[in-house]
């Protein structure tokens, strides 16, 4: 079992810059694939994010490309979201999950991940 912890987030305006943090502990890290996702309100949960081979290789939806990057320290056990540039839409629950065994094609996926962490909120105001 993996135990995640996210924090970092809060209420910020449009055009600011947040940093989101993932904590993990229960077993070795660099071995885990790392995703970042995030729910708005009466949406469903969408994919953000991933990092995988010990942070060797990184993936971006394509609404946050250019403006988030996803980075981790494996000998903290932590992964990063950096989030730069934010507008209203980044508005949501934001996720850290983690998985030992997703194959590269089901890494978009919230079914792909067993390990999830309770959310940190992220609000942009206009």
């Not at 809060?10 to 993932?22: E, F, I, P, T």
């Not at 993990?24 to 071995?31: M, Q």
């Not at 996720?95 to 609000?123: E, H, K, M």
């Amino acid at each position: 079992q993996v135990q995640l912890v996210e924090s970092g987030g809060g209420l910020v305006q449009v055009g600011d810059s947040l940093r989101l943090s993932c904590t993990a502990s229960g077993r070795t890290f660099s071995t885990l694939t790392i995703g970042w996702f995030r729910r708005a309100s009466g949406e469903e949960r969408e994919f953000v994010a991933a990092s995988r081979r010990g942070g060797t290789t990184t993936h971006y939806a394509d609404s946050v490309k250019g403006r988030f990057t996803i980075s981790r320290d494996n000998a903290k056990n932590t992964v990063y979201l950096q989030m730069n540039g934010l507008k209203p839409e980044d508005t949501g629950v934001y996720y850290c999950a983690a998985d030992s065994g997703i194959i590269l094609s089901q890494l978009r996926f919230p079914g792909a991940y067993d390990n999830w962490g309770q959310g940190t909120r992220v609000t942009v105001s206009s």
